[in-house]
């Protein structure tokens, strides 16, 4: 039986996060391996270096692969050195995963 108010939770049910990564991020191919992290799970949205330092992302998708990613993010690839992740809601409608120019 359904009732107007059923909200089961499906992989079609969509979590967009805005990440700012601090840390050694920059230099060290970060956006790069984010982006094919991102691509890997089929999410959507962009990264990009930003002047202060930080790297920052807008991720799309389902939420346990928005999961996934925040908590690859806190280790990043191997030259990086990750000491901070701040997470937030975020809005945008992305039909891919793209690597931005520097903010």
Do not use: C, H
């Not at 840390?23 to 060290?28: C, D, L, S």
């Amino acid at each position: 039986m359904s009732t107007a108010g059923d909200t089961s939770v499906g992989a079609s049910v969509t979590t967009t996060l805005r990440l700012l990564i601090s840390g050694r991020v920059q230099g060290v191919g970060f956006r790069y391996a984010f982006a094919d992290e991102a691509r890997s799970r089929k999410l959507r949205g962009w990264v990009r270096n930003r002047r202060d330092g930080r790297v920052e992302a807008i991720v799309a998708g389902p939420a346990t692969d928005v999961d996934a990613i925040v908590a690859w993010s806190r280790r990043g690839p191997a030259a990086a050195q990750v000491t901070g992740i701040e997470t937030a809601a975020a809005d945008g409608d992305f039909a891919s995963f793209q690597v931005a120019p520097t903010a």
